[in-house]
């Protein structure tokens, strides 16, 4: 069974507008930590917010926002005021509490910003 | 600047032919990690560190080598790389392997095995 997943492929978002892509996790250990990464056609891998599970609230970033919802197993990023320079594949990813660090990624959601 | 550092960038070779893909940072992190990227699969750990000397195996580890001699440097090796290994690697780092500690990634290698 998939750890992370990521259930839309590719997302069109009208430049200004914000948009949410959707992440939903599987693991039975109750100490975890969410990441969302950047990609952009560069290649880089970007560093982008971090949501632990024993947060109460949840974590935001400038313009990006995680919308956790632990019962529920879902940890969607929101962009506000989308820019063209958002245009890129968003990565959500998770670390166990036992993982030795492990850093797992779901298949990523392609996000395209029109103007 | 603090950074995670890869060379090359790109890199075609031939089977069987070994080479070695060089990664340092400068950011006195204990943890990291090689992963490799492919379409459809995601990013999958390959290898990583927990500290000098001490390495262990990913998910897909094989047909590869790493070492952690120094703290800042993780260097991947392939001793016989084969088609298979045709794809775009990230070395990583993070203060330690613990929850909240991002992986700061490298800008990646884009390796071609013919």
């Known amino acids: 069974a998939q750890k992370i997943t990521q259930t839309q492929p590719g997302m069109f978002v009208q430049e200004k507008e914000a948009v949410t892509l959707d992440c939903t996790y599987d693991?039975?250990?109750?100490?975890?930590?969410l990441f969302w990464y950047k990609q952009p056609s560069s290649g880089e891998m970007i560093f982008l917010i971090y949501?632990?599970?024993?947060?109460?609230q949840n974590a935001t970033e400038g313009r990006y926002s995680l919308n956790f919802q632990k019962a529920r197993k879902s940890a969607n990023l929101v962009i506000s005021a989308s820019q063209l320079g958002d245009s890129a594949m968003y990565f959500c990813a998770m670390r166990e509490g036992g993982s030795q660090g492990n850093l797992i990624f779901g298949k990523g959601t392609k996000l395209s910003v029109k103007p | 600047e603090a950074q995670v550092t890869q060379n090359p960038r790109y890199l075609i070779t031939v089977t069987g032919k070994k080479l070695t893909v060089t990664c340092s940072q400068n950011?006195?992190?204990?943890?990291m990690s090689w992963y490799r990227q492919d379409p459809g699969l995601g990013l999958r750990q390959i290898y990583y560190s927990m500290n000098v000397e001490v390495t262990d195996k990913g998910d897909v580890p094989e047909g590869y080598k790493v070492s952690r001699k120094e703290k800042r440097n993780f260097p991947l090796i392939l001793e016989s790389p084969s088609p298979n290994q045709t794809s775009l690697y990230f070395c990583a780092s993070s203060l330690e392997g613990a929850l909240n500690s991002p992986l700061h990634f490298g800008n990646g290698t884009r390796l071609t095995v013919t």
């Open positions: 949501q632990g599970s024993y947060d109460q």
């Open positions: 693991t039975s250990d109750p100490s975890y930590g």
């Open positions: 950011m006195n992190h204990e943890y």
